[in-house]
């Protein structure tokens, strides 16, 4: 599913406008927390607007769709993983074990882990939410890693890689398995960083 730009709808009040990015990023903080709150079905662009204390023209304003609204969310709540191609240019020796830590240390950190499982619950919950993050993954994300490596099918091995990292991140963190969900984290990066280089970098 292609997730298309930002409409501009409506016609917000005037001292709405005025708050200009100010209001935009109060929108997208309170959308972030109805999302992890409610989960994509229950929310709402009039939740949403009563939440950032604005108008729902105003939302429609600058994000247009629920859908719109939700794959920004996601764009921020991933900016952290958008690092990852630096990660993979500083050259294929060790490959695996940066990728796994600087991933898990996304996950591990209460900050940025509380909007990363937001955006999954609803993604597993509504069809659109999941295309929304499909969308997100595959064109600013493992599209980027994919151009980083210097591999037959780098596409297939980077989507290969993510298969890992987030079946990992689901299972220790959303469905919260034992004993993954309280293994020590050296010890889960010491297993899987041969998979991973063995994705990225083996002709």
């Not at 950032?52 to 952290?80: R, W």
């Not at 991933?103 to 919950?125: D, Q």
């Not at 990066?189 to 002709?203: G, I």
């Amino acid at each position: 599913m292609t997730t298309h730009p930002p409409r501009r709808r409506g016609r917000p009040a005037r001292t709405d406008a005025a708050a200009g990015p100010v209001a935009r990023d109060r929108i997208l903080s309170a959308a972030r927390a109805e999302f992890a709150a409610r989960g994509y079905d229950k929310t709402s662009i009039r939740g949403i607007a009563k939440a950032a204390e604005v108008d729902p023209a105003l939302v429609h304003h600058y994000f247009g769709t629920k859908e719109q609204v939700f794959a920004a969310a996601i764009e921020v709540s991933f900016e952290p993983a958008l690092s990852v191609p630096d990660v993979l240019a500083q050259g294929p020796e060790g490959i695996g074990e940066r990728l796994a830590r600087h991933f898990f240390g996304i996950w591990e950190n209460p900050v940025t882990r509380a909007p990363l499982l937001a955006v999954i619950r609803s993604a597993v919950t509504h069809e659109a939410a999941a295309g929304a993050l499909r969308s997100f993954v595959l064109r600013r994300l493992l599209g980027r890693v994919a151009g980083e490596l210097k591999v037959p099918d780098p596409k297939f091995r980077a989507e290969l890689a993510a298969s890992q990292l987030v079946g990992i991140a689901m299972l220790r963190y959303v469905v919260k398995v034992e004993p993954l969900a309280t293994a020590d984290m050296e010890d889960i990066v010491a297993m899987v960083a041969p998979t991973l280089q063995r994705y990225l970098t083996e002709a």
